[in-house]
C-alpha cells in the first residue's frame, strides 16, 4: 500500500517517516501524472504562497482537484488545510490558488508571525481511541492558519479556546467566532468532510501516529488503496525511535 505525499515543499519527508513508521510507503508526488499512482494524498504544512506557485508551476491543481473531486482521500496539514479550503484571508496580496473542496474558510496565518508559533494539548477523542492512548494529542502549531466558519457538510473535530491574552492577525474578516464584546473565543483547528481531513496543527512533527493511523484508515475504507492496516507494533516501534521528525521550511 502507498500514500502519496506532495512534495514540493514543506514537511513532506516527516510525512513520509510518519507512514513509514506505520509500516506504510509514502510517495512523493512532484507531478500531475505521478497522481496516477496512488489513492490518497497528504498535502504537508509549508509556506502555502510558496507551494501555490510551485504547484501552478507544475500545473498540478487541475489533477490535484480533481482528485478531491474523485473522492480520494487527502489531508492537508497546515498549509496543506489552507489548499484545501474554499476560501482563504489573509493571503499575500493577489492571493493564490487554493485547490478548494472542503467547505470552510481559513485565516492563512490566525495565530501571527513564526515567534507566535506554539504548542496545545487538543481532545480528539474520535481519533485519541483509535490506539486506545491518552485522550488527547500534543499539536504544534507554525506559523498556523485556523477556521473561521464551515459549511454545513463539515465535521468539526477539535477546536481551540483562546486566551484572553492571545495575539491573532488583526486583520480577521469573520465575526463568527466573536461574543457581544467583539473578542474571538475559539477557533477550530481540525475538521474532516467526507474524504477530506484537515488540521492546522503539525502530527507529523511528534512521535505520535494516531493521525496518520486514523489517515491510513480512511483510505483503507475507502476501499482505494490501502490495503494493510496502521500498526506501530514490532519493527515499526524500531524505526520510529529513528527517525524523529524535524520541521523543514
Ligand atoms: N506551518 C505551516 O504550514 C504554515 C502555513 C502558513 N501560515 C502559510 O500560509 O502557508
Not at 517517516?17 to 508526488?29: D, H, Q, T
Not at 491543481?61 to 480533481?66: D, I, K, Q
Not at 474524504?195 to 496518520?212: C, G, K, S, V, Y
Request: hydrophobic letters at 40%.
Amino acid at each position: 500500500m502507498a500514500v502519496g505525499v506532495l512534495a514540493l515543499q514543506g514537511s513532506f519527508n516527516e510525512h513520509i517517516a510518519a507512514l513509514r513508521r506505520l509500516g506504510v510507503k509514502g510517495v512523493e508526488i512532484r507531478k500531475p501524472e505521478q497522481l496516477q499512482s496512488v489513492t490518497s494524498l497528504i498535502i504537508p504544512g509549508g509556506e502555502s504562497t510558496t507551494m501555490a506557485k510551485l504547484a501552478e508551476y507544475h500545473n498540478l491543481f487541475p489533477a490535484l482537484r480533481e482528485f478531491v473531486t474523485m473522492g480520494k482521500p487527502v489531508w492537508g496539514t497546515c498549509a496543506g488545510l489552507i489548499f484545501l479550503a474554499n476560501k482563504a484571508t489573509g493571503q499575500k496580496t493577489g492571493g493564490q490558488e487554493l485547490i478548494g473542496g472542503l467547505d470552510c474558510t481559513v485565516h492563512r496565518n490566525f495565530f501571527g508571525s513564526q515567534i507566535q508559533s506554539f504548542e496545545a494539548e487538543i481532545s480528539v477523542p474520535e481519533i485519541a481511541a483509535t490506539e486506545g492512548g491518552l485522550p488527547t494529542f500534543r499539536a504544534i502549531f507554525i506559523r498556523a492558519p485556523a477556521i473561521l466558519e464551515v459549511g454545513p457538510e463539515v465535521e468539526v473535530l477539535a477546536d481551540i479556546s483562546l486566551a484572553s491574552d492571545k495575539k491573532v492577525n488583526s486583520d480577521l474578516t469573520s465575526e463568527s467566532q466573536e461574543d457581544n464584546s467583539g473578542s474571538l473565543k475559539k477557533v477550530i483547528v481540525a475538521v474532516k468532510q467526507g474524504n477530506m481531513l484537515a488540521t492546522a496543527f503539525h502530527p507529523e512533527l511528534t512521535a505520535d501516529t494516531r493521525w496518520h493511523s486514523y489517515f491510513v484508515k480512511m483510505a483503507s475504507e475507502a476501499g482505494i488503496g490501502a490495503s494493510n492496516s496502521a500498526s506501530t507494533s514490532g519493527e515499526h516501534l524500531e524505526q520510529q525511535k529513528k527517525d524523529l521528525p524535524v520541521f523543514q521550511q
